[in-house]
């Protein structure tokens, strides 16, 4: 590979990875205002409320960027980058079309993963550096939420490890075959639930909870720090779905995946966020006991029983 078309693939899957969280923010907008009629975001704009993106931006701009006296500056500072940036990092070795990822990985999928365990340090770290008890509440929850769905979603991914026989992304999905959608859906299942868990997204928002600890570890953010915050939220959701593609769904194979690989990725990948922003709409938050409750004595026994399933399929 030259140079130039080193350079050029880098700067395009920067701009995609930059462009499909805004994507993703904008399509929730537009999804929630249809399923629970909000007129705000259909007037944003000439037409159906295009700007209202644009809107948020301005807004987000123009606000104060405020950081508590008592604060441990360099952290609180820190901790909204730390939050965005390892999704990206991740997103950039999701393979979106045969033989094409922005950084190709022997074990991608290990890759992936520690990134994603990295990106929730920044919730942790802007609760503890805020100097506010909410947002110290906020913070040990998040603490206790990635401890408990950390270890479900990795048994779910070992499982479609061990059948497909790789830690590579590209090989899963070359490995993949229709039946998987029967043989790894208690793993699928639980992949997603994890996943929703992890983005500290309704109906698994305790972290967040405003009705209880105001905005949780976000609570002193403002401006720009703060819409980072929202943006990694967007590229967690981004990542999760096209994780979930290539896992269980197939990731670019389809009718003329030759051509049209990135297409069949990023539809399945859309599908998949749009049931994110469902869950959203249509749950209520849960007790931080019933949260525990269904990562230990349900989750994790499930993706330990999908593990034994493969392995013993495996093995036969």
Do not use: C
């Not at 009629?37 to 931006?57: C, K």
């Not at 947002?135 to 497909?164: D, F, K």
């Not at 929703?196 to 570890?217: C, H, T």
């Not at 990135?262 to 931080?288: H, N």
């Amino acid at each position: 590979m030259s140079a130039l078309e080193l350079i050029l693939r880098a700067a395009s899957s920067l701009a995609m990875l930059l462009v499909l969280p805004l994507l993703v923010g904008q399509t929730e907008h537009k999804v929630m205002a249809h399923m629970q009629g909000r007129l705000g975001p259909m007037y944003a704009g000439a037409y159906h409320g295009w700007a209202q993106l644009v809107a948020d931006g301005v807004k987000f701009v123009q606000k104060e960027d405020l950081v508590p006296a008592a604060a441990d500056k360099q952290v609180f500072r820190l901790a909204p980058m730390l939050a965005m940036v390892p999704y990206l990092l991740a997103l950039a070795a999701i393979p979106l079309h045969p033989g094409y990822a922005a950084v190709e990985a022997p074990a991608s999928l290990v890759f992936v993963m520690a990134a994603t365990s990295i990106g929730v340090l920044g919730t942790l770290m802007a609760g503890w550096a805020s100097a506010n008890k909410y947002a110290l509440i906020g913070a040990l929850r998040s603490a206790a939420q990635l401890l408990a769905y950390e270890l479900p979603m990795i048994l779910a991914v070992a499982s479609v490890a061990l059948a497909a026989g790789t830690l590579s992304l590209g090989g899963i999905v070359e490995a993949w075959s229709p039946w998987w959608l029967l043989w790894q859906l208690p793993g699928a299942f639980v992949f997603l639930t994890a996943a929703v868990a992890e983005l500290q997204r309704p109906p698994f928002d305790m972290p967040i909870a405003d009705s209880e600890i105001v905005f949780g570890p976000y609570t002193e953010y403002t401006g720009l720090r703060f819409a980072l915050f929202l943006l990694s939220e967007y590229a967690g959701i981004v990542l999760f779905s096209l994780l979930f593609a290539v896992l269980f769904l197939g990731g670019w194979r389809g009718p003329l995946d030759d051509w049209l690989g990135w297409a069949w990725t990023f539809g399945k990948g859309f599908l998949i966020a749009l049931i994110l922003i469902w869950l959203r709409v249509s749950w209520p938050r849960l007790r931080e006991d019933q949260l525990q409750r269904l990562a230990w004595l349900w989750l994790i026994p499930i993706a330990l029983l999908q593990l034994a399933i493969t392995a013993v399929g495996v093995v036969l």
